[in-house]
């Protein structure tokens, strides 16, 4: 991916997969790959980052020899290679790309986050995705090294909007950018389609963003769902479910196709609600 200059520091919200109180889950430098142990304010030695890193890799490997055989992986990879074909840059039996994986939290934290980033893996193996690189500002100094031994490049979450605007804006593209958002807070999917608008004013914004998202396939939450909810009014005004003062997710919804994911049983939390979405200028219902 690209590497432009960190415009600012952000802050992202994403759905906690964690019960109870608990500890808080330190934030990890993305550069330098230093975490502060939790509850003790010192920073973990190279050594217990590395043992720690390689016991997450085994953990995600077992996760996902568990979803390559499972009729879920199966259908995700069917779906993924459809839409990438229908991508502005896609071609039937694409391979070769880009992957971007935001708010997947930490693997050290959540099985959840193991099975997802597992998930990511699998499919990178599957289409010869060889650029990966993930951002979330839960990542421990452990999950960067368990990731980076996958072949991901940890970013700062700043610097990675910015890469996947510029990738997915590229005029020598000859593949689509697969971004994978499970389960990300709707003020991140906001957040990541106002970025593909590049300022424009409101009444151009849905254009920009189509334009650009031309070019993505997104495996996200389900924006049908966020749209039924708005319309029936069953998620109070405030809370991370609601639509903000941009709600560009419905907006974009006609010119979206949008195809819903099967449950996972060993671990339904990590993929329920998820959808395979492409994007076009042209309304699609």
Not at 56 to 82: D, G, K, N, Y
Not at 252 to 278: G, H, W
Request: aromatic fraction near 6%; include cysteine.
């Amino acid at each position: 991916f690209p590497q432009p200059q960190p415009l600012r520091t952000m802050s992202w919200q994403t759905v906690s997969r964690r019960k109870g109180r608990g500890p808080a889950i330190a934030k990890t430098n993305c550069t330098t790959g230093s975490t502060e142990v939790a509850g003790l304010g010192s920073v973990a030695s190279a050594e217990v980052v590395a043992a720690a890193g390689r016991r997450l890799e085994a953990r995600v490997r077992e996760r996902a020899s568990l979803l390559q055989s499972s009729s879920f992986m199966a259908e995700l990879e069917t779906l993924v290679r459809a839409a990438r074909s229908r991508a502005r840059s896609g071609v039937a039996g694409t391979t070769g790309g880009q992957l971007l994986c935001l708010g997947i939290g930490s693997v050290e934290m959540s099985n959840a986050s193991a099975c997802q980033l597992a998930a990511a893996w699998l499919l990178a193996e599957q289409l010869g995705l060889s650029s990966r690189a993930w951002a979330d500002p839960q990542m421990r100094a452990a999950d960067v090294a368990a990731a980076n031994a996958l072949g991901f490049e940890a970013l700062e979450p700043e610097v990675a909007l910015q890469a996947l605007t510029a990738a997915a804006a590229a005029e020598a593209a000859t593949s689509p950018v697969l971004l994978f958002m499970p389960h990300c807070d709707r003020a991140l999917y906001e957040r990541v389609l106002l970025e593909a608008t590049g300022g424009r004013v409101a009444e151009h914004a849905r254009e920009a963003a189509l334009q650009l998202f031309a070019n993505v396939v997104l495996i996200g939450n389900s924006f049908s769902l966020y749209a039924d909810r708005d319309e029936l009014r069953v998620v109070p005004e405030g809370s991370p479910g609601a639509p903000g003062a941009t709600n560009l997710i419905c907006e974009m919804r006609p010119f979206i196709q949008e195809e819903l994911l099967p449950e996972y049983a060993p671990c339904s939390e990590a993929f329920n609600d998820l959808a395979v979405l492409s994007f076009s200028s042209d309304k699609t219902r």
